[in-house]
């Protein structure tokens, strides 16, 4: 179970998170949702370590991520596994050495083992043969693949998604949802997605949460949300412009935002 | 003036934090010998024996300058051997090491910053450390070591090279034999003139690959940001080998 208790976080004069709070069961797929830029990243980067709060705290099977010492926290990376937006891949790396390097620092598998479990990943993620190629010679969609292979590589008890299928093609993005719903299937790990791509949201979700202005606005089963009277909630899953200010939004002012006004359709 | 003259001053004070914590992890991450072990032989490799060329060239060119302007300066006042003299405390003791060290600057302190700098901004750093690894094991202390085991190594060629071209000079373009080249060469030698270089390179070495480990992995912002590290790391580097040179000429020479 992860739960993020109160969470504050700024950067300088930036707050991020403010009271975030939040608690994803064992064996779900929490999916966070929110505008670009409201803190979802920063959230789930303080699970592995990555950011420390300014107050509040997130706890993984009980243990308090901040209060971890390297050890620890090395110990607890062991068990989650983190896809990044970028994918994150080691460019002076191999496809194959990408995927063996987390399994090398166990230290309790053999050459041949970690060969087999780089074959077998690169598998689930329909990737087999890519094995000695460089990172920069895969397409974005290859990359985000090869990211989440690098993660199952590891057997995760947890796994988490930063906007795993941001900027890709609708069909690269189904594919990639698939391949989230596919790994929770053969690996049984407790997830958090990240994203603002609603149908990948309802694809993946067991529930879903919507953070807003530093904090959960909402949080319930893909069906509550699609139910949701909520008028945040409902103007993001929605799609309509300016959820913040709703009575001031339309496509006339979002034309003048970007100079289109004048011009003939 | 003021409130600009605070935040420079609140800025400097937050850079020595940042540096003394990066030391300090930097220190952490010594027992970790598994990791920067095998990584380390790699980065000799890239920062020592691949800088080679630029070093040789650098020390050749700088022997026959000094060869000709040894010839140049003491012609009529002192006996002309004294160009090996010459030659060989100015290549060992100060050229060698500060020439080849500025060169290296720009290679090697560039080169470490712009790398780390970019795994930093396209979070390989961050996937790094959720694969487990300490970033200062596996990315700092292989490079700190090899710049500064292998500085004084590159140094140790460039200096043998600049007296070759030295002798090659004098011997070709000067009328000197090879036995009075040889004589001046021996004349004031002690072995301390080999281990001043060596020592100020290794600490050349040391520094260049700090800097430019500090200011890779604390880039900001793409690829402004790397590009800033970058640069930073040149100047600050050619900056501390001349600080350097000064402390050890002061520290070792005054009074030997």
């Known amino acids: ?265 | 003036m003021f409130v600009s003259l605070g935040h420079r001053s609140v800025g400097l004070v937050e850079g020595f934090g940042n540096a003394g914590y990066f030391m300090a992890d930097s220190v952490r991450a010594l027992p970790d010998v598994r990791t920067w072990g095998r990584l380390t032989a790699q980065q000799m490799r890239r920062l020592g024996v691949d800088s080679l060329p630029i070093a040789l060239f650098i020390a050749a060119f700088t022997g026959i300058v000094l060869a000709l302007l040894a010839s140049y300066v003491l012609t009529g006042a002192v006996p002309i051997y004294l160009v090996g003299t010459l030659v060989g405390k100015t290549i060992m003791m100060e050229l060698g090491p500060v020439l080849t060290g500025l060169a290296l600057a720009g290679r090697v302190g560039a080169n470490i910053a712009a790398e780390l700098g970019t795994m930093k901004v396209t979070e390989q750093v961050d996937a790094l450390e959720t694969l487990a690894y300490n970033p200062y094991a596996y990315l700092v202390i292989p490079r700190v070591l090899a710049g500064t085991v292998m500085f004084p190594v590159v140094v140790a060629f460039a200096m043998a090279m600049g007296v070759f071209t030295g002798w090659l000079a004098a011997t070709t373009l000067l009328p000197i034999t090879t036995p009075e080249f040889l004589r001046g060469l021996r004349l004031f030698f002690v072995p301390f003139d080999i281990q001043y270089g060596l020592i100020k390179s290794a600490s050349f070495g040391f520094v260049i690959s700090l800097i430019g480990c500090y200011l890779g992995l604390g880039a900001r912002g793409g690829a402004e940001g790397v590009g800033n590290a970058t640069t930073r790391t040149v100047v600050y580097s050619a900056e501390m080998i001349l600080v350097l040179d000064a402390y050890w000429a002061v520290v070792l020479l005054r009074g030997a």
């Open chain 1, 1 to 265: 179970m992860i739960e993020f208790t109160d969470l504050y976080k700024a950067f300088g004069p930036n707050r991020v998170l403010e009271g975030f709070t939040l608690t994803v069961r064992d064996g779900e797929t929490m999916v966070v949702i929110g505008y670009s830029g409201t803190g979802k990243s920063v959230a789930i980067k303080h699970v592995v370590g990555l950011l420390e709060p300014d107050s509040g705290q997130v706890a993984v099977d009980g243990q308090v991520v901040s209060t971890l010492d390297r050890h620890a926290l090395t110990a607890l990376r062991s068990r989650i596994g983190f896809v990044f937006q970028s994918s994150a891949l080691f460019d002076s790396m191999t496809i194959f050495e990408n995927l063996a390097l987390g399994l090398r620092r166990r230290r309790d598998m053999t050459e041949a083992e970690i060969a087999s479990r780089v074959t077998g990943a690169l598998k689930l993620v329909d990737l087999s043969g890519t094995e000695h190629q460089m990172p920069a010679e895969l397409s974005g969609g290859m990359r985000k693949r090869v990211g989440l292979a690098r993660s199952i590589a590891l057997r995760p008890k947890y796994m988490l998604y930063d906007e795993p299928t941001t900027g890709l093609d609708p069909v690269t993005s189904a594919v990639i949802d698939q391949l989230i719903v596919r790994t929770r299937e053969a690996l049984g790990v407790t997830s958090i997605v990240i994203t603002h791509d609603m149908r990948s949201a309802y694809t993946v979700g067991d529930r879903i949460a919507m953070l807003f202005q530093g904090k959960i606005q909402q949080v319930g089963t893909v069906a509550e949300i699609q139910a949701t009277t909520d008028p945040v909630v409902r103007q993001f899953i929605e799609g309509r412009p300016d959820a913040r200010a709703p009575e001031r939004a339309s496509l006339a002012d979002a034309g003048q935002v970007v100079g289109l006004e004048g011009m003939e359709a």
